[in-house]
């Protein structure tokens, strides 16, 4: 099992430009998430899924857009990227029942100059 | 809305003691989870127990244990006999119970935790 995998690891944008936030997970859990961490803080919920077809939005959508066409992958999009955006992206899956564990993924620092 | 409180934002302990982190939650809910996370300097969260809101026993993994007091609405995490590698960043986070909530994690602040050996 790989778990929850994340690419790219580092990226640098410039403002206004677009571009996705790959995230897979092997284990067929329902639940997949994207969280945000800026510095110092704690993580704040962007978009989540509870399947294949089924996205909400979180606590910070705004900027953001998500599409699950499949269990396994939960891309993140940004439309247009502000500096506001740069930060630590998250993506997190979890299987369907109260007491399961929310496995993370590395992480992708991204930065918007 | 669920909300998580750590009032700490460093703690610092003498390797091999216990020190406790403190965490609270505010929630209308009767049915939650309550989970404690550590990130070290590398950046990954790492899980380290759950706690469900029904559970009648405090929830313990290893030299980690939670101090759950529902009607105090807390959730303390306790590291006992304290290493140098406990020395991370550590959240306290939520999920209700139910529906689409299972995907969703609501996390407190952070606190910093030291080791001094």
């Known amino acids: 099992n790989a778990g929850v995998t994340q690419t790219p690891k580092f990226q640098v944008l410039k403002t206004g430009q677009s571009m996705t936030l790959q995230c897979a997970q092997d284990m067929n859990h329902e639940y997949m998430s994207w969280y945000r961490q800026d510095p110092g803080m704690g993580l704040r919920l962007i978009h989540y899924?509870?399947?294949?077809?089924?996205?909400d939005q979180g606590e910070v959508p705004n900027g953001y857009n998500v599409s699950r066409s499949t269990t396994e992958d939960f891309p993140l999009r940004l439309l247009s990227a502000a500096p506001s955006q740069t930060s630590v992206y998250f993506c997190?899956?979890?299987?369907?029942?109260?007491?399961?564990?929310?496995?993370f993924g590395p992480g992708t620092r991204l930065t918007v100059t | 809305a669920q909300k998580i409180t750590q009032t700490q934002p460093g703690m610092f302990v003498q390797e091999k003691e216990a020190v406790t982190l403190d965490c609270t939650y505010d929630t209308s809910d009767q049915s939650y989870g309550l989970f404690w996370y550590k990130q070290p300097s590398s950046g990954e969260m790492i899980f380290l127990i759950y706690?469900?809101?029904?559970?009648?026993q405090n929830a313990t993994e290893g030299r980690y244990s939670l101090n759950f007091q529902k009607a105090r609405k807390s959730a303390n995490l306790v590291i006992s006999a304290s290493q140098l590698g406990d020395s991370a960043m550590y959240f306290c986070a939520m999920s209700l119970a139910g529906g689409t909530s299972y995907g969703k994690l609501t996390f407190g602040q952070g606190t910093i935790l030291t080791v001094h050996p």
């Open positions: 997190a899956s979890r299987p369907g029942s109260l007491g399961g564990e929310q496995y």
């Open positions: 899924s509870v399947g294949a077809g089924i996205t």
């Open positions: 706690q469900g809101s029904y559970d009648e």
